[in-house]
């Protein structure tokens, strides 16, 4: 199993960048889907989640600003994220979490948010 995500970088305040997830191994549309962010000196945090049939929900931190999405026939899930703040710099992990069993990780991707 393999979660690879991408798109992370270096922008300015006020700046967007969209993030992707590819799976592969697992059977991407039977797993929730979600975004996590680690931020040096603080705890790993929910970000964004989709569930397999589309429901989303989002840390109030981010409503309005981020969107998550999911493309099945690519296993592939993304997040959008626009209007960004220096608080939103961290390092960004894609989980793959199914019904029943175990979860899994990306390896992270580091979003930096600075003038």
Not at 98 to 111: F, H, M, N, R, S
């Amino acid at each position: 199993v393999q979660l690879v995500e991408s798109g992370g970088g270096d922008v300015q305040p006020g700046g967007s960048l969209r993030l992707s997830c590819v799976t592969s191994g697992i059977i991407f549309s039977n797993y929730s889907m979600g975004w996590y962010r680690q931020a040096p000196g603080k705890q790993r945090e929910s970000v964004a989640f989709i569930s397999i049939d589309g429901r989303t929900n989002y840390a109030e931190s981010v409503k309005g600003r981020f969107t998550i999405s999911r493309e099945n026939a690519k296993n592939t899930m993304y997040l959008q994220m626009n209007s960004l703040k220096p608080e939103d710099t961290a390092v960004y992990y894609c989980n793959a979490r199914p019904l029943t069993g175990w979860d899994y990780w990306g390896q992270g991707t580091q979003v930096t948010v600075s003038s």
